[in-house]
Protein backbone atom coordinates (compact mmCIF):
# COMPACT_ATOMS: atom_id res chain seq x y z
CA UNK A 1 0.00 0.00 0.00
CA UNK A 2 1.18 3.47 -1.26
CA UNK A 3 -0.04 6.63 1.47
CA UNK A 4 -0.90 9.64 -0.22
CA UNK A 5 -0.38 12.81 1.51
CA UNK A 6 -2.21 15.98 -0.19
CA UNK A 7 -4.07 13.04 -2.10
CA UNK A 8 -6.78 15.66 -2.08
CA UNK A 9 -4.99 18.54 -3.85
CA UNK A 10 -4.49 18.67 -7.97
CA UNK A 11 -1.08 16.65 -8.31
CA UNK A 12 -2.58 14.15 -5.40
CA UNK A 13 -6.23 13.24 -6.76
CA UNK A 14 -4.36 12.78 -9.88
CA UNK A 15 -1.43 10.68 -8.68
CA UNK A 16 -4.24 8.56 -6.62
CA UNK A 17 -6.25 7.93 -9.82
CA UNK A 18 -2.86 6.39 -11.54
CA UNK A 19 -1.49 4.28 -8.61
CA UNK A 20 -5.12 2.67 -8.62
CA UNK A 21 -5.04 2.20 -13.02
CA UNK A 22 -2.09 0.17 -11.52
CA UNK A 23 -3.50 -1.88 -9.39
CA UNK A 24 -2.13 -0.33 -5.86
CA UNK A 25 -3.38 -0.09 -2.73
CA UNK A 26 -4.03 3.60 -1.60
CA UNK A 27 -4.31 5.31 1.77
CA UNK A 28 -5.29 9.42 1.14
CA UNK A 29 -4.32 11.08 4.28
CA UNK A 30 -6.55 13.97 4.86
CA UNK A 31 -6.98 16.64 6.64
CA UNK A 32 -9.78 16.69 9.28
CA UNK A 33 -12.99 18.76 7.29
CA UNK A 34 -11.05 18.80 4.12
CA UNK A 35 -12.96 18.37 0.94
CA UNK A 36 -12.72 14.88 -0.19
CA UNK A 37 -14.65 15.89 -3.88
CA UNK A 38 -11.84 15.15 -5.77
CA UNK A 39 -11.12 11.67 -4.75
CA UNK A 40 -15.07 10.76 -4.08
CA UNK A 41 -16.04 7.50 -5.31
CA UNK A 42 -12.24 5.98 -5.89
CA UNK A 43 -11.19 3.38 -4.05
CA UNK A 44 -9.02 4.45 -1.33
CA UNK A 45 -8.48 3.95 2.35
CA UNK A 46 -9.00 7.37 3.34
CA UNK A 47 -7.24 8.24 6.82
CA UNK A 48 -8.13 11.57 8.89
CA UNK A 49 -4.53 12.94 10.13
CA UNK A 50 -2.38 16.09 9.90
CA UNK A 51 1.26 16.24 9.00
CA UNK A 52 1.65 18.59 11.98
CA UNK A 53 0.59 15.76 14.39
CA UNK A 54 3.59 13.64 14.79
CA UNK A 55 1.01 10.17 16.12
CA UNK A 56 -1.18 10.80 13.03
CA UNK A 57 1.89 10.75 10.91
CA UNK A 58 2.76 7.50 12.96
CA UNK A 59 -0.62 5.95 12.44
CA UNK A 60 -0.94 6.70 8.87
CA UNK A 61 2.33 5.12 7.83
CA UNK A 62 1.16 1.63 9.54
CA UNK A 63 1.68 -0.69 7.01
CA UNK A 64 2.64 1.51 3.84
CA UNK A 65 5.51 0.46 1.17
CA UNK A 66 6.29 3.91 0.36
CA UNK A 67 4.73 7.33 0.93
CA UNK A 68 4.21 10.19 -1.66
CA UNK A 69 4.79 13.03 0.02
CA UNK A 70 2.99 16.24 -1.31
CA UNK A 71 1.19 17.77 1.37
CA UNK A 72 1.77 21.72 1.48
CA UNK A 73 0.45 24.91 1.44
CA UNK A 74 1.43 27.44 -1.23
CA UNK A 75 1.22 30.90 -1.75
CA UNK A 76 2.44 33.75 -3.48
CA UNK A 77 1.41 36.19 -1.51
CA UNK A 78 4.22 38.80 -0.56
CA UNK A 79 6.26 38.73 3.00
CA UNK A 80 7.10 36.28 5.83
CA UNK A 81 4.56 33.54 6.66
CA UNK A 82 5.10 31.09 9.58
CA UNK A 83 1.99 28.79 8.43
CA UNK A 84 3.68 28.20 5.08
CA UNK A 85 6.91 27.52 6.82
CA UNK A 86 5.49 25.41 9.50
CA UNK A 87 3.50 22.97 7.31
CA UNK A 88 6.23 22.72 4.79
CA UNK A 89 8.82 22.05 6.63
CA UNK A 90 8.13 21.11 10.30
CA UNK A 91 5.41 18.82 8.03
CA UNK A 92 7.67 17.40 6.14
CA UNK A 93 10.41 16.77 9.01
CA UNK A 94 7.59 14.49 10.60
CA UNK A 95 7.41 12.70 7.67
CA UNK A 96 11.10 12.07 7.40
CA UNK A 97 11.12 10.90 11.09
CA UNK A 98 8.20 8.39 10.23
CA UNK A 99 10.27 7.37 6.91
CA UNK A 100 13.24 6.87 8.42
CA UNK A 101 12.17 4.95 12.23
CA UNK A 102 10.29 2.89 9.50
CA UNK A 103 13.07 2.89 6.39
CA UNK A 104 9.45 3.45 4.51
CA UNK A 105 10.33 4.88 1.11
CA UNK A 106 9.58 8.71 0.00
CA UNK A 107 9.04 10.33 -2.48
CA UNK A 108 9.11 13.74 -1.83
CA UNK A 109 7.05 16.42 -4.45
CA UNK A 110 9.43 19.57 -3.73
CA UNK A 111 9.04 22.79 -6.15
CA UNK A 112 10.72 24.52 -9.13
CA UNK A 113 10.51 27.38 -7.23
CA UNK A 114 12.66 25.76 -4.51
CA UNK A 115 15.92 26.04 -7.15
CA UNK A 116 17.81 28.98 -6.99
CA UNK A 117 16.94 31.69 -9.50
CA UNK A 118 19.01 31.76 -12.82
CA UNK A 119 19.14 34.73 -14.81
CA UNK A 120 20.34 33.33 -18.06
CA UNK A 121 20.76 29.84 -19.20
CA UNK A 122 19.46 26.42 -18.93
CA UNK A 123 18.13 25.75 -15.21
CA UNK A 124 18.33 21.91 -14.59
CA UNK A 125 19.11 19.76 -11.28
CA UNK A 126 23.21 21.68 -11.03
CA UNK A 127 21.26 24.54 -10.20
CA UNK A 128 21.42 24.64 -5.40
CA UNK A 129 18.34 24.94 -3.76
CA UNK A 130 18.15 28.10 -1.91
CA UNK A 131 16.87 28.58 1.69
CA UNK A 132 17.56 32.22 0.84
CA UNK A 133 15.14 32.84 -2.08
CA UNK A 134 14.01 36.84 -1.84
CA UNK A 135 10.94 35.74 -4.05
CA UNK A 136 8.73 34.35 -1.17
CA UNK A 137 8.16 32.20 1.93
CA UNK A 138 7.03 29.36 -0.12
CA UNK A 139 9.86 29.14 -2.49
CA UNK A 140 12.46 29.25 0.96
CA UNK A 141 9.82 26.95 2.91
CA UNK A 142 10.01 24.24 -0.44
CA UNK A 143 14.12 24.93 -0.29
CA UNK A 144 14.67 23.80 3.05
CA UNK A 145 12.34 20.81 3.31
CA UNK A 146 14.10 19.73 0.12
CA UNK A 147 17.33 19.99 1.75
CA UNK A 148 16.07 18.00 4.79
CA UNK A 149 14.90 15.49 2.42
CA UNK A 150 17.97 14.86 0.54
CA UNK A 151 20.41 15.01 4.04
CA UNK A 152 17.81 12.15 4.87
CA UNK A 153 18.88 10.17 2.11
CA UNK A 154 22.22 10.95 2.39
CA UNK A 155 21.91 9.54 5.89
CA UNK A 156 20.18 6.51 4.43
CA UNK A 157 16.62 7.27 3.83
CA UNK A 158 15.51 5.90 0.64
CA UNK A 159 13.77 9.30 -0.86
CA UNK A 160 14.10 11.14 -3.89
CA UNK A 161 12.82 14.39 -5.06
CA UNK A 162 10.78 15.86 -8.03
CA UNK A 163 10.57 19.16 -8.85
CA UNK A 164 7.57 19.98 -10.64
CA UNK A 165 7.08 23.06 -12.50
CA UNK A 166 3.39 24.93 -13.79
CA UNK A 167 1.04 22.92 -13.58
CA UNK A 168 -1.77 22.82 -15.45
CA UNK A 169 -4.53 20.03 -16.62
CA UNK A 170 -7.95 18.02 -16.01
CA UNK A 171 -9.08 17.43 -12.25
CA UNK A 172 -8.38 20.52 -11.09
CA UNK A 173 -10.82 20.79 -7.93
CA UNK A 174 -9.67 23.77 -6.39
CA UNK A 175 -9.42 26.12 -8.98
CA UNK A 176 -5.51 26.56 -9.10
CA UNK A 177 -4.42 30.02 -10.31
CA UNK A 178 -3.74 28.95 -13.62
CA UNK A 179 -6.54 26.62 -13.53
CA UNK A 180 -8.76 30.10 -13.42
CA UNK A 181 -7.43 31.34 -15.73
CA UNK A 182 -7.81 28.58 -18.45
CA UNK A 183 -11.88 27.89 -16.67
CA UNK A 184 -12.08 32.13 -17.18
CA UNK A 185 -11.13 31.96 -21.18
CA UNK A 186 -13.05 28.78 -21.65
CA UNK A 187 -16.02 30.21 -20.54
CA UNK A 188 -15.37 33.69 -22.63
CA UNK A 189 -14.73 36.02 -19.94
CA UNK A 190 -13.08 38.98 -20.12
CA UNK A 191 -9.18 38.82 -19.53
CA UNK A 192 -6.88 40.74 -18.71
CA UNK A 193 -3.41 39.69 -18.63
CA UNK A 194 0.55 40.71 -18.76
CA UNK A 195 3.28 39.56 -20.81
CA UNK A 196 4.87 37.06 -19.76
CA UNK A 197 6.16 33.41 -19.73
CA UNK A 198 6.57 29.89 -18.28
CA UNK A 199 7.43 26.50 -18.26
CA UNK A 200 3.90 24.32 -18.06
CA UNK A 201 3.48 20.42 -17.49
CA UNK A 202 0.59 18.91 -17.59
CA UNK A 203 -0.34 17.00 -14.37
CA UNK A 204 -1.07 13.42 -15.34
CA UNK A 205 2.84 13.93 -16.43
CA UNK A 206 4.06 15.01 -13.14
CA UNK A 207 1.71 11.85 -11.49
CA UNK A 208 3.67 9.29 -14.15
CA UNK A 209 7.04 10.97 -13.51
CA UNK A 210 6.39 10.70 -9.63
CA UNK A 211 5.38 6.69 -9.88
CA UNK A 212 8.31 6.11 -11.85
CA UNK A 213 11.03 8.11 -9.82
CA UNK A 214 9.31 5.36 -6.84
CA UNK A 215 10.58 2.83 -9.09
CA UNK A 216 13.53 4.02 -11.10
CA UNK A 217 14.86 7.27 -9.26
CA UNK A 218 17.97 7.28 -7.41
CA UNK A 219 18.24 7.75 -3.75
CA UNK A 220 19.37 11.26 -2.99
CA UNK A 221 18.92 12.38 -6.24
CA UNK A 222 16.52 15.44 -8.04
CA UNK A 223 14.15 15.26 -11.12
CA UNK A 224 12.63 18.69 -12.71
CA UNK A 225 9.38 17.37 -14.29
CA UNK A 226 9.11 20.15 -16.74
CA UNK A 227 7.08 20.54 -19.74
CA UNK A 228 7.01 23.75 -22.09
CA UNK A 229 7.36 26.69 -22.33
CA UNK A 230 4.50 28.98 -23.34
CA UNK A 231 3.26 33.08 -23.16
CA UNK A 232 0.43 34.00 -21.67
CA UNK A 233 -1.27 34.99 -24.91
CA UNK A 234 -0.56 31.52 -26.54
CA UNK A 235 -2.70 29.89 -23.28
CA UNK A 236 -5.07 32.90 -24.06
CA UNK A 237 -5.23 32.20 -27.76
CA UNK A 238 -5.27 27.96 -27.38
CA UNK A 239 -8.21 28.06 -25.46
CA UNK A 240 -10.04 30.11 -27.85
CA UNK A 241 -8.89 28.46 -30.37
CA UNK A 242 -10.05 24.98 -29.27
CA UNK A 243 -13.57 26.79 -27.93
CA UNK A 244 -14.23 28.65 -31.04
CA UNK A 245 -15.43 31.39 -28.57
CA UNK A 246 -14.05 34.81 -28.69
CA UNK A 247 -13.66 36.88 -25.40
CA UNK A 248 -12.47 40.27 -24.40
CA UNK A 249 -8.76 40.17 -23.51
CA UNK A 250 -6.32 42.95 -22.68
CA UNK A 251 -2.45 43.32 -22.06
CA UNK A 252 -1.78 45.32 -19.02
CA UNK A 253 1.68 47.08 -19.53
CA UNK A 254 4.29 45.36 -17.28
CA UNK A 255 5.04 48.85 -14.84
CA UNK A 256 1.54 49.53 -14.90
CA UNK A 257 1.25 45.94 -14.01
CA UNK A 258 3.91 46.28 -11.33
CA UNK A 259 2.54 49.16 -9.61
CA UNK A 260 -0.90 48.13 -9.46
CA UNK A 261 0.73 44.73 -8.09
CA UNK A 262 2.20 46.81 -4.76
CA UNK A 263 -1.95 47.22 -3.66
CA UNK A 264 -3.37 43.73 -4.87
CA UNK A 265 -2.30 41.88 -1.83
CA UNK A 266 -4.18 43.72 0.46
CA UNK A 267 -7.26 43.51 -1.46
CA UNK A 268 -7.01 39.61 -2.05
CA UNK A 269 -6.60 40.05 2.20
CA UNK A 270 -9.44 42.10 2.68
CA UNK A 271 -11.82 40.10 0.48
CA UNK A 272 -10.79 36.90 1.38
CA UNK A 273 -9.20 36.06 -2.58
CA UNK A 274 -6.91 33.63 -3.89
CA UNK A 275 -4.28 35.59 -5.08
CA UNK A 276 -3.31 35.68 -9.20
CA UNK A 277 -2.10 39.06 -9.37
CA UNK A 278 0.79 39.72 -7.01
CA UNK A 279 4.95 40.81 -7.28
CA UNK A 280 5.41 37.07 -7.03
CA UNK A 281 3.35 36.34 -9.79
CA UNK A 282 4.59 38.95 -12.18
CA UNK A 283 8.19 38.02 -11.02
CA UNK A 284 7.31 34.52 -12.36
CA UNK A 285 6.20 35.15 -15.78
CA UNK A 286 9.30 37.77 -16.31
CA UNK A 287 12.12 34.97 -14.83
CA UNK A 288 14.44 32.65 -16.79
CA UNK A 289 11.76 29.91 -17.82
CA UNK A 290 14.25 27.37 -19.77
CA UNK A 291 14.08 24.66 -17.64
CA UNK A 292 15.36 21.31 -18.73
CA UNK A 293 13.96 17.72 -17.88
CA UNK A 294 16.59 15.76 -19.49
CA UNK A 295 17.70 14.16 -16.96
CA UNK A 296 14.19 12.90 -15.70
CA UNK A 297 13.64 11.55 -19.19
CA UNK A 298 17.09 9.69 -19.41
CA UNK A 299 17.18 7.52 -15.70
CA UNK A 300 12.56 7.91 -15.38
CA UNK A 301 11.60 7.79 -18.98
CA UNK A 302 9.58 11.07 -18.53
CA UNK A 303 8.28 12.14 -21.47
CA UNK A 304 5.74 15.27 -21.46
CA UNK A 305 3.25 15.52 -23.96
CA UNK A 306 2.18 18.99 -25.85
CA UNK A 307 1.38 21.32 -23.94
CA UNK A 308 -1.60 21.90 -26.35
CA UNK A 309 -3.15 18.45 -25.24
CA UNK A 310 -3.12 19.98 -21.38
CA UNK A 311 -5.11 23.09 -22.30
CA UNK A 312 -7.29 21.41 -24.48
CA UNK A 313 -8.14 18.35 -21.76
CA UNK A 314 -8.05 21.01 -19.00
CA UNK A 315 -10.36 22.77 -20.87
CA UNK A 316 -12.91 20.01 -21.52
CA UNK A 317 -12.62 19.12 -18.04
CA UNK A 318 -13.49 22.56 -17.06
CA UNK A 319 -16.41 22.95 -19.24
CA UNK A 320 -17.92 19.20 -18.65
CA UNK A 321 -17.22 19.44 -14.98
CA UNK A 322 -16.85 22.74 -13.25
CA UNK A 323 -20.23 24.24 -14.87
Known amino acids: MWLVTGATGHIGNVLVRKLLERGENVRALILPGESRESISGLNVEAFEGDILNMDSVFESMRGVKGIFHLAGVISIMPGPNPFVRKVNVEGTKNILHVATEKRIKLIYTSSIHAIQRVVDGVIDESVPYDMNNPYGAYDRSKAEATLDVLNAAHSGLEAVVACPTGVIGPYDFRGSMMGAVIHDAAVAKPTLYVDGAYDFVDVRDVADGLISAAENGKRGESYILSGQKITVRYLLETVREITGKHFFQMKIPFDLAKFAAMFTPMYYRFANETPRFTPYSLEVLQSNSNI ?31 K
Open 292 to 322: SHAKATRELGYKPRPIFDSIRDAVKWFLESR
